[in-house]
């Protein structure tokens, strides 16, 4: 091992050994449930509903996406802000790279980030080289944050190095651009491999931490959001540094983003309910946030 790993890895054991990484997931599981059991109700307002709406990374990651197709994604966006002007906007439209310069030529709205996948989506399976290469196109056509996929393998074969190397490197590539490490929390297994991913995340320079690209089942859970938020939570108490939080993948009802939005205020509480440090990322779940929000059912996007 080089004295340069070396002197790495010591720092990584160092910033873990700061943290309980023994984590029970049947005590999270229990947590989680009482959570749901006896505050989401609480939360279940139409104020609630429009905060939300205002958290959603409006997102299209298909295969059969074109320059039309986001072109007209992007112009939703801009008639969502004349059609509902008493509404919060969406918080950010997240495409592929090769798309960054349709939607910054095409978004006309104010403070609607513009976020690409990069570093090889969804799979992470790249060398470093060409990973800070996409990103750095995507931030010169236009995307203002990146959501980058940490290096899966590496971490279960227990190479953090690796783990941590990459990260430190794509956020180098991103400079002032936000970034968000996406764990693959389904991958992952164990509330304590969560939190240790968390962490090597948030040490490493991750703006945000995500659960999942959506690609992969399980994707977001209640209980991988919970350690995460804890992770977070922790980190910030013994660095003071705030770190955003991003679910993703299977939102698929109100009661969803309800559960989300509550495991954040009672991990972490009121400092983290703005639109710019929770996310949700999604496609489907801004229609019915908005249906429930007028009344009646509504498919605008």
């Given at each position: 091992m080089t004295e340069q790993k070396s002197v790495q890895k010591s720092h990584i054991e160092e910033a873990l050994s700061k943290y309980n990484l023994e984590v029970s997931d049947k005590e999270v599981a229990e947590k989680v449930k009482q959570i749901i059991a006896e505050k989401v109700h609480e939360n279940d307002t139409p104020e609630v509903k429009?905060?939300?709406m205002g958290s959603v990374e409006l997102t299209t990651l298909k295969t059969t996406d074109s320059d039309e197709s986001v072109l007209a994604f992007t112009e939703r966006v801009n008639q969502f802000d004349e059609q509902y002007p008493a509404l919060p906007h969406v918080a950010t439209i997240c495409v592929y790279p090769r798309f960054a310069k349709v939607v910054s030529e095409t978004l006309e709205v104010d403070g609607v980030e513009i976020a690409c996948v990069s570093g090889s989506f969804p799979s992470s399976q790249a060398l470093i080289e060409v990973k800070t290469v996409e990103t750095a196109l995507a931030i010169k056509d236009g995307a203002t944050e990146i959501d980058m996929v940490m290096s899966v393998g590496a971490f279960l074969s227990g190479d953090y190095e690796t783990v941590c190397d990459e990260i430190q490197q794509m956020k180098e590539a991103c400079g002032d651009r936000k970034m968000k490490v996406?764990?693959?929390t389904g991958c992952l297994k164990t509330a304590s491999n969560i939190k240790t991913a968390s962490l090597l995340a948030m040490y490493?320079?991750?703006?945000?931490i995500k659960t999942s690209t959506g690609k992969l089942e399980p994707a977001a859970t209640p209980e991988a959001a919970y350690v995460m938020c804890q992770a977070i939570k922790e980190y910030y108490d013994e660095t003071g540094v705030q770190i955003g939080f991003k679910p993703a993948g299977g939102l698929n009802s109100v009661m969803d983003a309800l559960i989300?939005?509550?495991?954040?205020?009672e991990v972490l509480g009121e400092q983290w309910l703005t639109n710019q440090w929770f996310r949700m990322g999604t496609s489907r779940l801004a229609n019915m946030l908005l249906s429930e929000v007028t009344g009646e059912e509504t498919k605008f996007f």
């Open positions: 429009k905060f939300l996406i764990l693959e490493s320079g991750a703006d945000y989300y939005y509550t495991i954040v205020k």
